[in-house]
DNA sequence: CACCTGAGTTGACGTTGTCAAGTTGACAAC
DNA sequence: GTTGTCAACTTGACAACGTCAACTCAGGTG
């Protein structure tokens, strides 16, 4: 009998070993397509749709756990091409980050299965290298840089970039994993205000620290509780001192 | 050969049956904790470390699934437990939110294993009724409740909850999953950071919706970019008309 | 032609979740 | 004290998984 899910392959000529890789790199990206399920990526089923044996995936990766990367890599590299796509032809840097923000969600929400594997997998210990997420981390830190160097936003770059990475993260992250909370109908919509939250954060921070006590724990925490009681002074008569409803670090 | 584990254990008397459920899932949390992989949690090395045979789990729980809910359950539990904790005795609804928001990220780094199972794991096809992700969702909603009763915070619940949460979480789900990013040292201090820019997020659009034009998105967006103007009008000449660098739904 | 080397296969091992069928042991009734 | 009976567990097995050592097979080279 025949193999059900494909017909047989055809050997490679000497030197075009590799051609059986990209074959088998296609056939595990349509399986996690069509499934949509993560359990359905399995050695022998990749290995049957590329009309090759089991063992012979070997042949192209160390294991599994590479076989998986070189997928969400290929899944990565179509995301940083859509959040440049997203971002070009955009002036204002702002604007810009929006885009790449709203970009960024959207692909999470559009690919579910590659998201989670990329993003919600447990690193293998002694991983090292490039891998897709350092990628990741790689295209906010492009749409915010501009942002800095126009002096749009204020602050760490690093630490900037990471604040952005984790609110657009938390919001994709908690939406595939508990698709069953009261999400709104327009959770995109709510993906731009998460950006816009995580931007105008360091905006805060920058603006409103001017001269003053020395920022103890971060200017960024200080700004925001600096704004915080500009905005909503206690109303209800704390039991505590002069500043009950402000910042400073947790006791 | 008696089984390295552990000893193997009597028999319960009619009726007792469900002393078992209890060995079986505390042997599952240690195995947990002490491996701190979820790789290890394997029905046969939990009913081995229950003195007991890998079937006999399959009399107080449907399948893997169901175990791993209930170990999660009882992780829950104690988060939630943490959380009032940590709020109780604050008068001021703000600090007591803030001090949640501190003891939900603590936890999430003091027990990956269990945070990752919780909260990033594929959710089963039609799995229903209460999970454990649905109490985590109910205790950020506790701190949240205070803060719009006393006027502190000002937003729909839900949204602001999702939100709230989702900040949350994607700062815990990030380092959890990408612990070699260039993390700061103090990870605590930036999750106050969070809770803060996600409770002021509310704050700003309650404040500064006021009077004006109807607010075409979201006022929780229209309040952000009110104060982003304000805060930083587009200094680099931009190519648009008039608030180029403002809000307004993405084109 | 013979030979070698790269490309792929065969067959197997250990481990996992899961299940049907069997066994054991404590209590109740006689 | 013997006998049922039923809950509490065990035995033995299955299919599927990742992985590996050994084997086969075909294409190009001498």
Redesign the pocket.
């Known amino acids: 009998m025949v193999p059900a899910t494909s017909r047989?392959?055809?050997?490679?000529?000497?030197?075009?070993?590799?051609?059986?890789r990209d074959e088998i790199l296609r056939a595990a990206t349509a399986l996690l397509d069509e499934a949509g399920d993560e359990?359905?990526?399995?050695?022998?089923?990749?290995?049957a749709r590329a009309?090759?044996?089991?063992?012979?995936?070997?042949?192209?990766?160390?294991?599994?756990?590479?076989?998986v990367e070189a997928v969400c890599l290929a899944v990565w590299e179509d995301l940083g091409r859509r959040m440049r796509e997203a971002g070009t032809g955009v002036e204002d840097p702002y604007q810009s980050m929006r885009r790449r923000g709203a970009a960024f969600v959207r692909f999470g929400l559009e690919h579910p299965v590659q998201y989670r594997l990329l993003m919600m997998r447990p690193r293998s210990a002694g991983q090292t290298g490039w891998t897709a997420a350092d990628a990741c981390l790689a295209y906010v830190g492009e749409a915010i840089q501009p942002c800095l160097d126009a002096g749009v936003l204020v602050g760490d770059p690093t630490r900037l970039t990471l604040q952005m990475l984790a609110a657009l993260h938390g919001l994709v992250a908690l939406y595939l994993a508990q698709p069953d909370y009261p999400w709104p109908d327009d959770v995109e919509t709510m993906a731009d205000e998460v950006t816009r939250m995580a931007g105008l954060g360091s905006a805060l921070a920058g603006r409103l620290r001017g001269p003053g006590p020395a920022p103890s724990t971060s200017a960024f925490a200080a700004g925001f509780d600096a704004l915080a009681e500009r905005l909503h002074p206690p109303r209800h008569g704390a039991a505590e001192g002069g500043r009950p409803s402000g910042g400073g670090p947790l006791p």
């Open positions: 047989s392959r055809a050997r490679a000529r000497p030197g075009d070993g590799a051609l059986l359990s359905a990526l399995t050695l022998r089923a990749v290995a009309g090759v044996t089991t063992p012979s995936v070997y042949l192209h990766f160390a294991n599994k756990q590479d076989l």
